[in-house]
């Protein structure tokens, strides 16, 4: 029987190009539900790719403090984020939900 190597998946090798890092960003930020920690960990994880050292003091921020703040197991910030995205050549935008419109009830229903 042949075994099966497996070896740590670790994102920050497909995070090659500003391109990739942008289209990482949006799908965390998309998948996020509201948990600034998960957007800080891919922030993060993107600093790592770029070289924390780097980003950390481009953003006027110690490495230790940045690895602190981007590690996922807090809420940074959010001077902290805007410093880290910028220094990673990143924006934020904005644009409409599309949240499904929420249902009338009539003054009549709701007495009932």
Same mark, same amino acid.
């Given at each position: 029987?042949?075994?099966?190597?497996?070896?740590?998946?670790d994102?920050?090798?497909?995070?090659?190009?500003?391109?990739?890092? /942008?289209?990482?960003?949006?799908?965390?930020l998309?998948?996020a539900? #509201?948990? /600034? &920690?998960? !957007? /800080? $960990? /891919?922030? #993060?994880? !993107? &600093?790592?790719?770029?070289?924390? *050292?780097?980003? &950390?003091?481009?953003? #006027?921020? *110690?490495?230790?403090? %940045?690895y602190? +703040? %981007?590690?996922?197991?807090?809420?940074?910030?959010?001077?902290? @984020?805007?410093?880290? !995205?910028?220094?990673? #050549? %990143? $924006?934020?935008?904005?644009?409409?939900?599309? @949240?499904?419109?929420?249902?009338?009830?009539?003054? &009549?229903? +709701? $007495? $009932?």
């Amino acid at each position: 029987m042949t075994q099966t190597r497996t070896t740590r998946y670790d994102v920050t090798e497909h995070l090659r190009t500003p391109e990739e890092m /942008a289209a990482y960003l949006e799908a965390c930020l998309e998948e996020a539900n #509201g948990d /600034a &920690a998960f !957007i /800080a $960990k /891919a922030l #993060g994880d !993107i &600093a790592r790719a770029k070289g924390m *050292s780097q980003v &950390a003091r481009d953003a #006027g921020l *110690s490495r230790e403090s %940045l690895y602190k +703040a %981007l590690s996922g197991e807090r809420s940074p910030d959010f001077d902290t @984020i805007l410093k880290v !995205i910028n220094v990673l #050549g %990143l $924006k934020l935008h904005a644009q409409v939900a599309l @949240i499904p419109p929420v249902q009338q009830v009539s003054t &009549a229903d +709701a $007495k $009932k």
